[in-house]
């Protein structure tokens, strides 16, 4: 993320993870218009398959939206760091397990309208079970899945998270 205050974008509030500026547009009018926007450092989203295919998920109590929310592991980058350190990292850090391999399956802008932060999704085999090591605020429990039940779940809408529904739409294409 960059620090640095554009002349355009006055700074409003820098937060841990992320920062919000004031943008002004020029109208089709003529006149200038304020929006507020999320300047982000990006994250990643993992697609954890495991060698028999089954897929590992997290169950996220997410108190933003007060809800429990069926999820791929995910996470923000840290300043600087490569999107793939970061995948590995998140990997361990929420389910405990690590990949002996991850491939870019894609990249694609979480919520485009009012935040920058631009997701690498990434599949992750060759996985290594161990323990997880969750931040203080995260309540997480793993949930794994064969891809007819994930495939159920998106039916159902029991999946209600964009990154985890675009991760699982990618692979099940890929898959067939």
Known sequence: MDE???PDEPLLLRGARFNVHRLSLIGKDGKTYQREVVRHPGAVVLLPVLPDGRIVMI???RPTVR???L??????REPGEPAESTAARELVEETGYSAGKLELLHEFYSAPGICDELMHLYLATELVEGDPHREATESIVNRIATPAEVSRWIDEAKIRDAKTLVGLYAYLRQKG
């Open 4 to 6: 640095s205050t554009e």
């Open 59 to 61: 169950e996220n109590v």
């Open 71 to 76: 999820e791929l592991p995910a996470g923000t």
């Open 67 to 69: 809800e429990t929310l």
